[in-house]
RNA sequence: GUGGCCGUAGCUCAGCCUGGUAGAGCACCUGGUUGUGGUCCAGGAUGUCGCGGGUUCAAGUCCCGUCGGUCACCCCA
């Protein structure tokens, strides 16, 4: 009998999942340096909230939502991001005024897996809520990138555009609807039927895209205070030295944009699916959830993608390995009294030989290798350069000044 | 939903084209050596060759089906 995990699920041991663990408590600092407090919210939430939130046109909502009735009758869905989730615990609130969060988990979302794509995967994101400015477009794009970049995700790049508002986008999207269907016979099929329900997306096609040179572009069309807001978030992203690419074909998957949208994409990587994330403004989302107006901006990052593009591995950290040469029982003690010590400190519980128990302090690279003795005696204490020994009590403080 | 590639020891894989009694490396265990251990030497255990059917005197190897994995399209983090 053997299992595997579902499709498209990964099980991450050491030494890759001390990677992770590194990337995410990388991501802690950073969010925490830019004031953004975590907030833990639910991985199901009802089907509604993201028919309403993330749109009812996103291929994410029609054919890759993970939903099941539950046992009182209630329709709930695996989250498939995050977003629509953070901004109903603020309305759920009643918090007024600017508001921020960082969340990280997993999501999940029915597809077919390849590299960098999973059914179940894990985004860290941050939003800002209740605030409008600029400012805190380029504060959020800011923090995004320079996480990316300390992480290491290599030939980085920072593709930037605006969608417009309620007054600007469906005068642009009537005109670009018009446009393609003039063009239809040589669009893909799937581009076809977008036309009439989200044209937008057209523009994003990898088949399509390209053969569109002359299409109608969203930044010719903006309002003035569209062009406002644009204008300076990329004004404020070059004042702090954040380098960006205007793309006008950036449009990306989820309805509830508006003005700002971008995206982080790593050039290196190997994969077909090199964002390795994505965010913007989302002025309408709070009322198409059924609360009061409350603009926000925020990103969500995959972090199976970061792992992906960076790709180092780190071995598990060890202080020392404790070797006994009078049984598991003494060791355990022993390494108990380091461990409370405050030094990371492993050993062998089986009883193994002493080479099999040293052959091992090697594997797992620990620095320096202690070796029991028995009680009463003086442990001693092996490393590259020497060796030395100290009472039990003493060895805690040996590592404080000897190394 | 569509297509390419791959399923052989715990892990990574060779063997398949040109059918003839299952292999390597790593990992694991024991002994020796080293005598601060990671090196080196000797030995040891392990396989329904994914599953089902067909061809054949004979199938890991050829054919068909099926399941699983993976990569790509589509789309996205």
Same mark, same amino acid.
């Given at each position: 009998m053997s299992f595997q995990p579902p499709k498209g699920?990964?099980?991450?041991?050491?030494p890759e999942s001390e990677s992770w663990r590194?990337?995410?408590r990388q991501w802690e600092s950073w969010a925490e340096r830019y004031g953004y407090p975590l907030v833990l919210i639910p991985v199901i939430e009802s089907t509604d909230l993201f @028919? &309403? $939130?993330? =749109?009812?046109?996103?291929? %994410? %909502?029609?054919? !890759?939502?993970?939903?099941?009735?539950d046992q009182g009758g209630r329709s709930v869905t695996l989250r498939p991001e995050g977003t629509a989730g953070v901004v109903r615990a603020f309305l759920n609130s009643g918090h007024q005024g600017p508001w921020k969060a960082a969340?990280?988990?997993p999501f999940f979302r029915y597809e077919r897996p390849q590299a960098g794509r999973r059914r179940q995967f894990f985004q860290v994101g941050v939003e800002y809520m209740d605030v409008e400015s600029p400012e805190a477009d380029a504060e959020v794009i800011e923090l995004g990138f320079r996480y990316l970049t300390d992480i290491g995700v290599? @030939?980085?790049?920072?593709? #930037?555009?605006s969608l417009g508002d309620s007054e600007c986008r469906p005068v642009f999207v009537d005109e670009l609807r018009s446009y393609l269907r003039a063009k239809e016979s040589e669009l893909t099929d799937s581009s076809a039927e977008l036309i009439d329900k989200n044209p937008l997306r057209v523009l994003d096609s990898k088949a399509d895209g390209p053969k569109l040179v002359d299409h109608p572009r969203m930044i010719d069309h903006l309002c003035d205070s569209c062009t406002e807001h644009h204008e300076t978030v990329k004004r404020l992203l070059a004042e702090l030295e954040v380098p960006y690419v205007e793309d006008d074909g950036l449009v990306r998957g989820l309805d509830y944009y508006t003005r700002t949208a971008f995206e982080y994409v790593g050039r290196a990587l190997d994969a077909a699916q090199n964002a390795v994330g994505g965010g913007g403004r989302y002025d309408g989302l *709070? @009322? *198409? #959830?059924?609360?009061? &107006?409350?603009? /926000?901006? $925020?990103? *969500?990052? /995959?972090?199976? +993608? #970061?792992?992906?593009?960076? $790709? !180092?591995e780190i071995d598990t950290p060890l202080d020392a390995y404790l070797v006994s040469e009078t049984g598991p029982a003494d060791a355990l003690i022993a390494a108990s009294s380091l461990r409370r010590d405050g030094l990371r400190v492993d050993f062998d519980t089986e009883g193994r030989s002493v080479k099999a128990q040293f052959r091992t302090a090697s594997r797992a690279g620990a620095p320096v290798v202690l070796v029991?003795? /028995?009680? =009463? !005696?003086?442990?001693? #204490? !092996?490393?590259?350069?020497? +060796? *030395?020994?100290?009472?039990?009590?003493?060895?805690?403080?040996?590592? +404080?000044?000897?190394?």
């Amino acid at each position: 009998m053997s299992f595997q995990p579902p499709k498209g699920t990964d099980d991450v041991l050491a030494p890759e999942s001390e990677s992770w663990r590194a990337a995410l408590r990388q991501w802690e600092s950073w969010a925490e340096r830019y004031g953004y407090p975590l907030v833990l919210i639910p991985v199901i939430e009802s089907t509604d909230l993201f @028919e &309403r $939130g993330v =749109g009812n046109t996103t291929e %994410v %909502v029609t054919k !890759q939502m993970y939903t099941f009735t539950d046992q009182g009758g209630r329709s709930v869905t695996l989250r498939p991001e995050g977003t629509a989730g953070v901004v109903r615990a603020f309305l759920n609130s009643g918090h007024q005024g600017p508001w921020k969060a960082a969340y990280s988990g997993p999501f999940f979302r029915y597809e077919r897996p390849q590299a960098g794509r999973r059914r179940q995967f894990f985004q860290v994101g941050v939003e800002y809520m209740d605030v409008e400015s600029p400012e805190a477009d380029a504060e959020v794009i800011e923090l995004g990138f320079r996480y990316l970049t300390d992480i290491g995700v290599p @030939e980085l790049e920072l593709t #930037i555009n605006s969608l417009g508002d309620s007054e600007c986008r469906p005068v642009f999207v009537d005109e670009l609807r018009s446009y393609l269907r003039a063009k239809e016979s040589e669009l893909t099929d799937s581009s076809a039927e977008l036309i009439d329900k989200n044209p937008l997306r057209v523009l994003d096609s990898k088949a399509d895209g390209p053969k569109l040179v002359d299409h109608p572009r969203m930044i010719d069309h903006l309002c003035d205070s569209c062009t406002e807001h644009h204008e300076t978030v990329k004004r404020l992203l070059a004042e702090l030295e954040v380098p960006y690419v205007e793309d006008d074909g950036l449009v990306r998957g989820l309805d509830y944009y508006t003005r700002t949208a971008f995206e982080y994409v790593g050039r290196a990587l190997d994969a077909a699916q090199n964002a390795v994330g994505g965010g913007g403004r989302y002025d309408g989302l *709070a @009322e *198409a #959830i059924g609360g009061r &107006r409350a603009p /926000g901006v $925020g990103f *969500a990052l /995959g972090v199976d +993608r #970061i792992m992906l593009s960076v $790709g !180092q591995e780190i071995d598990t950290p060890l202080d020392a390995y404790l070797v006994s040469e009078t049984g598991p029982a003494d060791a355990l003690i022993a390494a108990s009294s380091l461990r409370r010590d405050g030094l990371r400190v492993d050993f062998d519980t089986e009883g193994r030989s002493v080479k099999a128990q040293f052959r091992t302090a090697s594997r797992a690279g620990a620095p320096v290798v202690l070796v029991w003795r /028995g009680d =009463g !005696q003086p442990v001693d #204490i !092996q490393t590259r350069d020497g +060796r *030395a020994e100290r009472p039990l009590e003493e060895v805690s403080s040996w590592f +404080r000044t000897a190394r």
